[in-house]
């Protein structure tokens, strides 16, 4: 399809958890959505990263804006410090839900096509669906 | 013009993450409100977590309800790939 699909960014304390959401949610969602995994600090130690975050929001936008997501309180902090200095550069929501789920659940939503405020709500109902 | 749909399909497979996965975005690329029912249970065909906490399982019967313009279209899309996505594991 030409029409670009709302890009995804997973902001972890862990790299290897940034990056096994970002293979899961591109495994249920088909593969057809930019997501970009930005965990772990720059020395790839736990904790988070500005640069990395900045980087992913940059590489995932497509056009149609971009929905972030934080594992961890001050991943929250990380990624609002980052979006202070992102105004201007497109649109980009975070969201707050849980992190596997919603990034299943935003991801899915993005590859049918849904509209970054879409995105975020879908991630953002995760919260409210029980699996059990 | 807006009309009612519906069709039941009985699963080959378990609904497993991918194939409900597909589900939910071929559903989302619909306008029409579509549902999924398992049993006692019904979940929003767009919502890959509804979809996934139905927990259906093979030999399970699914009934797919649609409403709205492109209900009828929406109900074949999905009840293929329904067909077709549970004969592999996912």
């Given at each position: 399809?030409?029409?670009?699909?709302?890009?995804?960014v997973l902001v972890s304390h862990s790299t290897e958890l940034a990056?096994?959401?970002?293979?899961?949610?591109?495994?249920?969602?088909g593969g057809t959505v930019t997501i970009i995994a930005a965990g772990g600090t720059d020395e790839g130690d736990l904790g988070t990263s500005a640069a990395k975050v900045a980087d992913g929001l940059r590489r995932a936008d497509q056009g149609a804006g971009v929905v972030v997501l934080p594992d961890l309180g001050s991943a929250v902090l990380t990624v609002k410090a980052v979006l202070e200095d992102h105004i201007g550069k497109g649109t980009v929501l975070l969201a707050d839900a849980p992190f596997v789920e919603g990034a299943v659940a935003a991801t899915v939503t993005a590859a049918a096509g849904g509209d970054v405020k879409a995105v975020a709500a879908a991630a953002e109902e995760a919260r409210h669906v029980r699996k059990l | 013009m807006s009309a009612s749909y519906e069709q039941g399909i009985t699963l080959a497979g378990d609904?497993?993450?991918r194939p409900a996965g597909a589900l939910a975005v071929a559903a989302g690329r619909f306008a029409a409100v579509i549902s999924v029912s398992a049993g006692d249970h019904t979940a929003d065909a767009k919502s890959v977590l509804g979809v996934m906490g139905l927990g259906a399982t093979s030999g399970q019967h699914l009934t797919v309800k649609a409403s709205g313009t492109d209900a009828r279209e929406a109900v074949a899309a999905l009840i293929a790939i329904l067909s077709e996505a549970t004969k592999v594991g996912g």
């Open positions: 399809m030409s029409t670009p699909t709302v890009g995804i990056a096994g959401a970002a293979y899961l949610a591109a495994q249920v969602s | 609904l497993h993450a």
